[in-house]
């Protein structure tokens, strides 16, 4: 009998123990995202995970002597931001340079830039990187790689399209990289030549991988702490998952960065396989252990099907002015085959402009497998090419499960409001905008029709439960439940009422990331 007691009592301590919240957030206004229970007063942790959400007095009743309890006075809380769709490291490259403003789409004329990379020589270090952010005007520049290799043949030199889809390099910069003016053009990429000197001189897609793995391993400690930097700064807007889209590095190389960098948010790392002219190089991201934790994870695998309106290689059915159609950087039969491994293999996200990519690539797919197979696939489309979709389009991207990834700062033409009513998932793909708010004004008031746009709730739901399913893992976050991971942030100001102009001045006051206080605002109550 005294046996029988004595485990009544252990079970009820073992039970007490389990309700015992770490952390509980009151009297505030607990958007979920979930839409079983949209909004909340209160919100308790446990460990790493939700304890529950609810009334300000349920939610009290799990406090106990321990229980760090933050009065919000009625701030407004969501589920932490993931940014399905960044660049790490990209804002904050090695070496010296990069002083030119990101968004001129035309950029600094040749004159200016030469300019800049005199000044920046001047303090480099023998054999560091230099470069600058460049628009369409140097990148088309034919003459720019004589002039490079005549005003800094020591250091490697990078003028890098500030959208990513091009560079400019001089001789050392091509030496570094392992690559000559001999070489053919990899698969996924080309080089574009000097007519008169038949030297390489703008690099555009896949071509661009060695320079960038040179490039960013140049300082792999000054890196680390740029992306520290970096992290800490998406935690003051609330963002608590960065999917990094494309490590072009290897899957080794990629574990010892990102472990080795101990960011603050956790990191999906997702696969950019490098290529040489016999193909893709897939063996370079072999997982090498186990090394899979609750911060850094690998999986899904990122393909430039084609390029960028800006820079003409969006691959289109109609000419650009100049009477090209774009480029299409992968062969139909290569496509086939990713589309192939798609359906066996890892998830596949496939950076789209052009309208007729969109249509080939929706064709190759009808053709492999029925719509049911596709669904569980969870295709994702970067940047929500959807602009000059036809309606059979549509419907194929429905059928098929295909998630569009809306990139606000390009996507303006693009359609939300309309998928959304055809039950087409549609996530936030920021593509390095690190103001999640900026991001939401232009979703909800900003679309070139303005029917296009959509509400603040929804905007909220795509930037953190569609997220999630983008990435398989609706399960574990996304919305402010029970059982789910413990990622949230709390605001400034309430996003939900206040003045659209106003949305982008919004920050955190507190980050919680895996059940842990990460940032705290010395302007919390």
């Not at 769709?85 to 030469?114: C, I, N």
């Not at 090209?324 to 950087?329: E, F």
Request: hydrophobic share 40%; glycine share 8%.
């Amino acid at each position: 009998m005294r046996a029988f007691f004595f485990l009544l009592l252990m079970l009820g301590i073992m039970s007490c123990t389990r309700d015992d919240a770490d952390i509980i957030l009151t009297n505030g206004k607990i958007f979920t995202a979930d839409t079983a229970q949209l909004y909340a007063q209160a919100v308790a942790i446990k460990g790493n995970r939700i304890l529950t959400v609810g009334s300000n007095d349920a939610v009290a009743k799990l406090a106990r002597g321990k229980t760090v309890v933050i009065d919000l006075q009625g701030k407004t809380v969501i589920p932490g931001f993931n940014d399905a769709h960044d660049h790490l490291g990209w804002s904050s490259p090695p070496g010296v340079g990069f002083s030119s403003p990101f968004g001129d789409l035309q950029g600094p004329d040749k004159a200016t830039v030469l300019d800049s990379i005199a000044k920046w020589l001047a303090i480099a270090e023998p054999g560091q990187w230099v470069g600058d952010w460049i628009g369409t005007r140097v990148l088309f520049d034919m003459s720019m790689r004589a002039a490079l290799d005549s005003l800094a043949p020591e250091n490697p030199v990078v003028l890098q399209a500030w959208w990513g889809h091009g560079q400019v390099i001089n001789q050392k910069a091509l030496d570094v990289s392992g690559i000559a003016d001999t070489h053919t053009d990899p698969l996924g990429g080309r080089y574009i030549r000097n007519p008169k000197s038949n030297k390489i001189n703008t690099i555009f897609e896949n071509a661009q991988v060695p320079v960038w793995n040179a490039w960013m391993k140049s300082d792999p400690i000054g890196q680390k702490t740029k992306m520290r930097a970096y992290a800490d700064k998406l935690l003051q807007v609330g963002v608590t998952t960065v999917q990094q889209m494309s490590s072009t590095f290897s899957r080794a190389e990629s574990e010892q960065i990102f472990f080795g960098a101990a960011l603050p948010q956790r990191i999906r790392v997702i696969a950019w396989p490098s290529t040489s002219p016999r193909g893709r190089e897939m063996d370079r991201w072999k997982a090498s252990g186990d090394s899979v934790s609750p911060m850094v994870y690998f999986s899904g695998i990122k393909y430039m099907v084609d390029g960028t309106p800006t820079e003409g290689n969006s691959f289109n059915k109609t000419p650009y002015p100049d009477g090209s159609y774009g480029v299409l950087n992968f062969p139909v039969d290569t496509l086939r085959q990713i589309l192939t491994e798609a359906l066996h293999g890892d998830q596949v996200m496939l950076h789209i402009t052009g309208d007729s990519s969109l249509s080939l690539v929706l064709s190759l797919m009808k053709e492999l497998a029925d719509s049911e197979t596709w669904k569980a696939k969870r295709v994702r489309i970067e940047h929500n090419p959807t602009s000059r979709a036809t309606e059979e389009e549509i419907d194929a991207i429905r059928d098929m499960g295909l998630i569009m990834m809306h990139t606000p700062v390009y996507n303006r033409t693009s359609r939300i409001r309309s998928l959304l009513g055809r039950g087409i998932p549609v996530g936030v793909a920021s593509d390095g905008i690190d103001n999640p708010f900026w991001e939401i004004m232009v979703i909800t008031t900003q679309q070139s029709d303005p029917n296009e746009n959509i509400t603040r709730e929804e905007a909220v739901i795509a930037y953190t439960r569609t997220n999630a399913y983008a990435e398989f893992m609706e399960k574990d976050k996304g919305t402010l439940s029970a059982d789910m991971l413990a990622d949230l942030a709390v605001l400034s100001q309430d996003i939900f009422t206040v003045d659209a102009n106003k949305l982008p001045a919004t920050t955190s006051l507190l980050t919680i990331v895996d059940g842990q206080i990460v940032f705290r605002s010395k302007t919390l109550p």
